[in-house]
């Protein structure tokens, strides 16, 4: 029995030494500026959800296909998707955020998801100028499957 409990002081010893380096190591102004950059990449995520949702509703047939907001729509996302990509520095996940630790450990494939978002946000709002609802849905897949994708190994489920 004493040997489990020094093990497991050990470990918590271990843990607080590794916390206290990661305090040390993040200066005051950096915690709160990673604080800051999670708050703002949760109201552009938040944002992009909202402007998905229409459209999805739309493409859909679940309420009237107004055109004339699905390119803005589809182009909030892009813009969206092109901030977002800069906005995940070392450090800032937890809080709100449901980052997972993924994102750090695979910077460059994580990143790509923000790359097609983009692209696929462009190409929707150039088919909602044409009208073809055909050609809104395909363009409207490519989105919800960049975000989906993503979502699945980067992102956490809701508690």
Known sequence: MKTHSMT???AIGVAAV???TCLMTASPSQA???MMMMKDRV???KEMGKNLGMIGKAVKGEMAVDLAALGPAAATISAN???LKGMFPEGSG???SRSL???WEKKDDFDGYFDKLASAGDAFAKEAASGSMANLKASFGAIASNCGGCHKPYRAAKE
């Open 94 to 96: 937890g809080g709100e």
């Open 43 to 45: 109201a552009l995520m």
């Open 101 to 103: 630790p993924a994102i």
């Open 18 to 20: 590794a916390f206290a």
């Open 8 to 10: 497991r002081k050990g």
């Open 32 to 34: 709160a500026d990673n």
């Open 81 to 83: 998707a092109t901030k």
